[in-house]
């Protein structure tokens, strides 16, 4: 037998993909691995130092008071305890001379209200003006009371003694507003306990006073409703946001 007699292996025939039923051969993609260290990226993952932004208050509440930190998302604005929050702490800014007391600006600066929340603004002139009409109407209590020695010389004491006193308080809550007006919490503290002595004399010149006499007296009730409208305005909270401020820039 020769070479060319010799029977060849026969190949096996490819399916014709044109025939019905003939399907596609099937290739598989070549298998890739990542180089050896390769760390794949981290998804979803701040970065170093990263701080979220601060949250917005909800309606009804208020924003935190200028150079305050605005509370961690999560956490309730304005709540006891917290900047810009009502707290009541006796004052640590007390005077400790004279000096301490009288205003840094005298007095030709009683007109300026610049920087004020408009509660202090309004609570600053209706202590600055109920001063002024303390003073002068406490410089005609103190003619009436003179006057009254004819009359009667035991009562006259009694009405010259409140109208003295109501003239010295006239006087220092001119004062304290002005110290107020400076972000000083004992001012406002002091201010606040003029309104209940204020309570206390309009009740003792109704009674000794009885008529015409007693309008002189610490201005009776009237004056004691304005000296507690503007003690409320002083303690609200966007005045007590103002006065934490103040003390921060102390």
Request: charged fraction near 10%; hydrophobic fraction near 45%.
């Amino acid at each position: 037998m020769s070479n060319s007699e010799v029977p060849q292996p026969q190949q096996p025939q490819q399916p014709d993909a044109k025939q019905p039923g003939a399907q596609p051969p099937v290739t598989q993609p070549p298998a890739t691995q990542p180089p050896a260290g390769h760390v794949p990226p981290a998804r979803n993952v701040p970065p170093a130092g990263y701080q979220p932004p601060p949250a917005y208050p909800q309606p009804g509440q208020a924003y935190p008071a200028p150079g305050q930190a605005y509370p961690q998302p999560g956490q309730p604005y304005n709540q006891p305890g917290q900047p810009g929050g009502f707290r009541f702490e006796m004052p640590t800014d007390g005077p400790r001379n004279f000096n301490d007391v009288m205003p840094k600006a005298g007095f030709s600066g009683m007109f300026s209200v610049t920087g004020l929340p408009t509660e202090l603004k309004v609570s600053y002139w209706i202590w600055l003006i109920g001063g002024m009409l303390g003073v002068l109407g406490g410089l005609f209590g103190v003619l009436g009371s003179l006057a009254l020695f004819v009359v009667a010389p035991g009562l006259a004491v009694v009405v010259l003694l409140l109208v003295l006193v109501a003239l010295a308080l006239a006087a220092a809550q001119i004062v304290l507003v002005l110290k107020m007006k400076e972000g000083k919490e004992w001012a406002r503290l002091a201010l606040t306990i003029v309104a209940g002595v204020s309570l206390v004399l309009a009740v003792l010149g109704g009674s000794v006073g009885g008529g015409g006499m007693g309008q002189g007296i610490g201005n009776n009730w009237l004056g004691f409703l304005i000296s507690a409208a503007a003690t409320v305005l002083m303690w609200l909270p966007n005045s007590q946001a103002w006065f934490n401020a103040a003390k921060g820039r102390a």
